[in-house]
């Protein structure tokens, strides 16, 4: 089957710095991926979409500015968490989909702990 | 805008047992219905994939059913196993989309 990474798995950064995540299919080709955000006990929420070369689709109430979302490449897409805080801090999954593929595919998320 | 309702949020069954957890969409125009199983601190893993023209996925002790008249959803489990406690979602897509809404989770705990 279709096989995500995502790097780093977990990081811990100061408030105020920028934290960069990076998401890759790694035997496919990604022309969509999506940023997902899971707070403990909670469902999944979408950020994001972004095809790639092109500027990403952000949902109601995420700021585009602070997260910053990148998809250069049919392989690599990264987030941005600029200007951290604590309120950030949350579990953040990234998904891929591809010509001839009905579905996502799931990275295995990365958590980011905002101090 | 879809909605997406799991019941139980949490679930506790012996070891051996039959169970069904529920999934139930306000829109009832679903596409893609899909289910996974997230254990924690981890992503998620797909486990039954509905397509439009379908209404039931099994695999090995997994049956999943769509419904889409009702917008509902059911992930059977059979012969439950400790292996098979985690947190399953559901998640579905509209017609034309890839993006998934996801419902919040049933926890299940299956007591050895």
């Known amino acids: 089957g279709a096989v995500v990474s995502q790097h780093p798995s977990w990081v811990i950064c100061k408030s105020g710095t920028s934290v960069k995540i990076e998401c890759r299919s790694l035997d496919f080709q990604a022309t969509t991926m999506f940023w997902y955000r899971q707070f403990p006990k909670q469902s999944l929420m979408l950020m994001a979409t972004s095809n790639e070369g092109s500027k990403a689709t952000y949902e109601q109430g995420v700021e585009k500015d602070k997260f910053l979302i990148n998809h250069a490449s049919l392989t690599l897409s990264t987030l941005t968490v600029t200007s951290a805080h604590p309120e950030d801090s949350s579990f953040y999954i990234c998904?891929?989909?591809?010509?001839?593929?009905?579905?996502?595919?799931f990275g295995p998320g990365t958590r980011l702990t905002v101090t | 805008k879809q909605e997406v309702t799991q019941i139980p949020a949490a679930l506790s069954v012996p070891e051996g047992e039959n169970l069904v957890l529920n999934c139930s969409f306000t829109d009832s125009a679903i596409y893609n219905l899909q289910w996974f199983r997230q254990d924690p601190g981890k992503g998620l893993t797909s486990l039954l994939l509905?397509?439009?023209?379908?209404r039931e996925q099994t695999s090995g002790r997994l049956n999943a059913s769509l419904d889409k008249s009702s917008g509902r959803s059911t992930l059977y489990i059979a012969a439950s196993q400790p292996g098979d406690s985690a947190t399953y979602l559901c998640?579905?897509?509209?017609?034309?989309?890839?993006?998934?809404?996801f419902g919040k989770g049933t926890k299940l705990s299956v007591i050895p």
């Open positions: 998640a579905g897509t509209g017609a034309g989309s890839y993006q998934l809404t």
């Open positions: 509905i397509q439009s023209s379908q």
């Open positions: 998904s891929a989909s591809g010509r001839g593929l009905n579905e996502q595919y």
